[in-house]
């Protein structure tokens, strides 16, 4: 079946270098992504989205890019801090509501 | 506090018994959501609602889950016989008809002994 997906499922950063977290997806009719933060006991937490008809877009210190070439997406971090500490998610949107997620990326940051 | 919100954030039920989640979304949301998540896993999707009606429910969703939205605004996921494999976190999310963009609560963390 055709699903999004994380390449690792954890990251180690030292504080105040850049991140990227990598994401794999299937489905090539998707037009739509987005990528969640989840802290411990927290639902998940909107960070920054891209439509299929952009490669780039920037946020405030992170960075999504999208190649729809080779189905992938990554979100780069810029500066982590150790309130960055999370698990990531990206996820897709199919059917105009419905969003299809990864299995998470966990991000440490070290002191 | 305009965010999603849910109730409880904890329930802890013996097996068998039945279980009620509300979920209140952003006031000017008219999509609502129902997603349940598993530990080390990311969301599944449960069910959506577009206003009061009930669009699309997922396999995941047996029998004994029925959710409802009866005045568009509130919703509530309700259990009936849990059972342990129901153990999880359910999540709530909005979002407006033109904005796909959905905002999650913080959840319900369901535990069944």
């Known amino acids: 079946g055709e699903s999004v997906g994380l390449h690792l499922p954890t990251l180690s950063v030292q504080e105040g270098d850049n991140s990227i977290i990598n994401c794999a997806y299937s489905n090539s009719a998707s037009d739509y992504f987005i990528w969640y933060k989840q802290e411990s006991g927290k639902g998940p937490q909107f960070i920054i989205d891209?439509?299929?008809?952009?490669d780039k877009r920037q946020g405030q210190r992170v960075t999504v890019l999208l190649n729809k070439t080779v189905k992938h997406l990554s979100l780069q971090i810029a500066a982590t801090q150790p309130g960055d500490s999370a698990v990531y998610f990206c996820a897709e949107n199919t059917n105009d509501y419905k969003l299809s997620f990864g299995a998470g990326t966990t991000v440490t940051v070290r002191a | 506090d305009t965010g999603v919100s849910q109730d409880p954030r904890h329930k802890i039920t013996k097996r068998g018994q039945n279980v009620t989640f509300r979920c209140d979304p952003i006031?000017?949301?008219?999509?609502l959501y129902w997603y349940r998540q598993t530990l080390g896993q990311g969301p599944e999707f449960l069910t959506y609602f577009q206003n009061e009606a009930q669009l699309e429910k997922s396999r995941l969703l047996s029998d004994r889950f029925s959710a409802e939205r009866p005045k568009g605004s509130f919703s509530t996921l309700e259990i009936q016989r849990t059972e342990q494999g129901d153990s999880a976190m359910y999540l709530c999310?909005?979002?407006?008809?033109?904005?796909?963009?959905?905002?999650f609560g913080q959840g319900t963390r369901l535990t069944v002994v």
């Open positions: 891209i439509r299929s008809n952009m």
């Open positions: 006031s000017e949301h008219n999509r």
């Open positions: 999310a909005s979002s407006t008809e033109t904005n796909t963009e959905a905002f």
